[in-house]
């Protein structure tokens, strides 16, 4: 019988353990007890051998979370969390209460400190797509613990046009304080040089952990003519004041020549602002494939990137050659 491992996290299908929260908020006093319970529920019809431990986890600049061994991140709060019982068997159906208790250090400093605690089931053999798949359920449970008084702050790091067709643009915020921000959210706006509005779109609402920063990305349906615009970003973390960054964005006109000698111009056949037909015979060929590898990284392709930028990631390199390529195959 074939197996293959796998190892959950945040599932949340009902085969297996659930509980009831996945975040936990306390604050507090340096020196001070701060009790907190959660739930744990089987849903198979079998008794499940539960295991409760505790580890450190942070977010990458995507939002993505990261998880580490305890006393691991700089904010660390696994050795402060007590969770019992650590193991126990859950019959089928059975629902039961887990107690924690967060032991404040005497002399911390104000902030927000956090950890996370596991439970995990059993291994369990699942069917597959037609296979035997060995599965472990893991759920976390966020602890966040604050000692006030924690200072909220944050600051735009910068605002960056990438791509132009469409127009995206990439937002980075930091939290420069010591309180856990739960929801900065704001918006993106691109005005034309007269002031007219040509689009608002929301930004977030995202967290973000002390320390920390983010980077998000809003993508518009701009494809912008030649010419100068302002894209503005603000944002509201929950300080006295909203963060604000304009940034000046100057499109200029494309001035295509041959790639190669004996070659045509460049030519975007179907109107969708990439120029596909790099040898300018009007087809999209594998040549052109060809060519373009040949001149990537040259001075006419780079002062014209916005034709050459297949992904639409605000650069030409070999990316955009496999983007042109999965163009051309598929």
């Keep these: 019988m074939k197996r293959i491992f796998l190892f959950l996290v945040w599932s949340f299908s009902a085969w297996a353990v659930e509980v009831?929260?996945?975040?936990?908020?306390?604050?507090?006093?340096?020196?001070?007890?701060?009790?907190?319970?959660?739930?744990?529920?089987?849903?198979?019809?079998?008794?499940?051998?539960?295991?409760?431990?505790?580890?450190?986890?942070?977010?990458?600049?995507?939002?993505?979370?990261?998880?580490?061994?305890?006393?691991?991140?700089?904010?660390?709060?696994?050795?402060?969390?007590?969770?019992?019982?650590?193991?126990?068997?859950?019959?089928?159906?059975?629902?039961?209460?887990?107690?924690?208790?967060?032991?404040?250090?005497?002399?911390?400093?104000?902030?927000?400190?956090?950890?996370?605690?596991?439970?995990?089931?059993?291994?369990?053999?699942?069917?597959?797509?037609?296979?035997?798949?060995?599965?472990?359920?893991?759920?976390?449970?966020?602890?966040?613990?604050?000692?006030?008084?924690?200072?909220?702050?944050?600051?735009?790091?910068?605002?960056?046009?990438?791509?132009?067709?469409?127009?995206?643009?990439?937002?980075?915020?930091?939290?420069?304080?010591?309180?856990?921000?739960?929801?900065?959210?704001?918006?993106?706006?691109?005005?034309?040089?007269?002031?007219?509005?040509?689009?608002?779109?929301?930004?977030?609402?995202?967290?973000?952990?002390?320390?920390?920063?983010r980077w998000v990305p809003v993508e518009t349906n701009l494809r912008l003519s030649p010419g100068t615009y302002l894209v503005l970003a603000e944002l509201d973390y929950g300080g006295e004041a909203v963060l604000a960054m304009p940034v000046r964005l100057v499109i200029r006109p494309l001035a295509l020549r041959p790639l190669e000698e004996g070659l045509g111009i460049p030519r975007d056949l179907d109107g969708d602002g990439f120029y596909e037909d790099l040898d300018g015979d009007g087809a999209f060929t594998e040549n052109d494939l060809a060519v373009f590898g040949r001149n990537l990284t040259s001075p006419l392709v780079k002062a014209n990137f916005r034709a050459f930028d297949f992904n639409n990631d605000g650069v030409v390199d070999e990316n955009d050659l496999a983007a042109l390529e999965k163009l051309f195959r598929g």
């Design 20 to 213: 009831n929260l996945l975040e936990v908020d306390l604050s507090g006093k340096p020196g001070e007890l701060l009790p907190f319970s959660f739930i744990v529920r089987n849903e198979l019809s079998e008794p499940d051998q539960v295991t409760i431990y505790l580890g450190d986890w942070d977010r990458d600049v995507t939002g993505e979370n990261r998880f580490y061994p305890p006393g691991t991140v700089e904010r660390s709060a696994s050795f402060w969390v007590t969770v019992a019982p650590a193991s126990f068997v859950l019959s089928g159906g059975e629902v039961r209460e887990i107690s924690g208790v967060v032991r404040v250090p005497p002399e911390v400093q104000p902030g927000t400190y956090w950890s996370i605690v596991f439970v995990q089931g059993e291994p369990r053999l699942v069917p597959y797509q037609g296979v035997m798949v060995t599965v472990t359920r893991r759920i976390g449970i966020k602890i966040y613990v604050t000692i006030e008084p924690a200072e909220a702050k944050g600051i735009l790091r910068a605002v960056e046009p990438k791509g132009l067709n469409p127009l995206w643009v990439l937002v980075k915020f930091a939290n420069v304080g010591t309180r856990n921000l739960r929801e900065v959210k704001g918006k993106l706006r691109v005005l034309d040089v007269q002031g007219n509005e040509l689009v608002s779109l929301p930004i977030g609402p995202f967290p973000c952990l002390p320390g920390n920063e």
